[in-house]
């Protein structure tokens, strides 16, 4: 079993800056991609940014330019730096990620979320 643990969320005002953490623990093989998602209240979750095993980073167009995705391969880790935040940021955030365990095939897991509020 593989856990993702988020944080780093919390309210902030606009133009401002958050930086979000998950740590991936457990029965960890091989790590593949790793994605952040977010779900802003009665709307579906979307894909905000993702990177491969071999660190090439995809975004949403809404948060290019503004928030950067980064990967600790010794920790278990991936990052989202969020500046120039707006008000529209504000969401649950959702880290997901393939990883395979030790001598099993690869799964899809999902952390619990972390909240972003930008507000003034």
């Known amino acids: 079993q593989v856990q993702l643990v988020e944080s780093g969320g919390g309210l902030v005002q606009p133009g401002g800056s958050l930086r979000l953490t998950c740590t991936a623990s457990?029965?960890?093989?091989?790590?593949?991609?790793m994605n952040w998602y977010r779900q802003a209240p009665g709307k579906q979750r979307d894909l905000v940014a993702s990177?491969?095993?071999?660190?090439?980073?995809n975004y949403a167009n809404s948060v290019k330019g503004r928030f950067t995705i980064s990967r600790d391969y010794a920790k278990n880790t991936v990052n989202l730096q969020m500046n120039s935040l707006k008000p529209e940021d504000t969401a649950v955030y959702y880290c997901?990620?393939?990883?395979?365990?030790?001598?099993?095939?690869?799964?899809?897991?999902w952390g619990q979320g972390t909240q972003v509020t930008v507000s003034s």
């Open positions: 997901n990620a393939d990883v395979s365990g030790r001598g099993m095939n690869p799964y899809n897991y």
């Open positions: 457990g029965n960890i093989g091989v790590i593949y991609d």
């Open positions: 990177i491969t095993a071999g660190g090439a980073t």
